[in-house]
C-alpha cells in the first residue's frame, strides 16, 4: 500500500468511538485534509445534543449536506480527504456515496461497555454520554455490498490507521 491516499473515508461510528482521534491519525499519515463533522453541524443539532435529545433525520439533512458539500468540494481540487462522521444509517452512507462513489467507511465498532467507559473519561461541547444508547439503536451496520472496513475500538489508534493502509488495497486506492 502506498502512501498516497486516492479515495475519501469516512471514519463511521458512534460518540465515543474514537472518529476523531483515528480519522485525524489517518488524514496525518496520508497528508490529507481531516474534517471533523462535529464542526459541521447546526447550531440547532449543537444545542438539540447538549440539552441530551437525540437528532432525527430532518436534523441530519442540513449536516449532510454540509458534509457532502466538502468531499465533493476535496475531491474537485483532486484530493482526497477524511471525515469523521457517524454516518449511522445506511440511507446516510448512501447520500455521502452518491457525492463520492468511491468513497470507503471505515466503522469504528466495538463493546458497548468500552465505548461507554471512554465516554464518562471525556468532555464533548455538545454530545452528552446519554445520547449513547440512541445512537446505538439507530446504528445499523455495514452491508456487504457497502465499501467499508469495520475495525474494533479495543485496539490502539496507530494500530487501526495500519490496519486501514492494508485494507485499502481492497478498493484500488
Known sequence: ??????????????SGSGKS??????????GVPFVDGDDLHPPENK????????????????WLDRICSRIAAELAEGVAIVVACSALR????????????GIV?????????????RQRDRR??????SLLASQLEAL?????????????????????VEDVREALGRFGA
Open 1 to 14: 500500500m502506498s502512501d498516497v491516499l486516492r479515495l475519501p473515508l469516512v471514519v463511521m461510528g458512534v
Open 21 to 30: 482521534t483515528v480519522g485525524a491519525a489517518l488524514a496525518a499519515a496520508f
Open 47 to 62: 444545542r438539540k445534543m447538549a440539552e441530551g435529545r437525540p437528532l432525527d433525520d430532518e436534523d441530519r439533512a442540513p
Open 90 to 101: 445506511r440511507r446516510y452512507r448512501e447520500q455521502l456515496a452518491a457525492h463520492a462513489p
Open 105 to 117: 467507511f471505515v466503522h469504528l465498532a466495538g463493546d458497548a461497555g468500552l465505548i461507554a467507559e
Open 124 to 129: 464533548h461541547e455538545f454530545m452528552p454520554a
Open 140 to 160: 445499523e451496520p455495514l452491508g456487504d455490498d457497502e465499501r467499508g472496513i469495520v475495525l474494533d475500538v479495543d485496539r490502539a489508534p496507530a494500530e487501526l
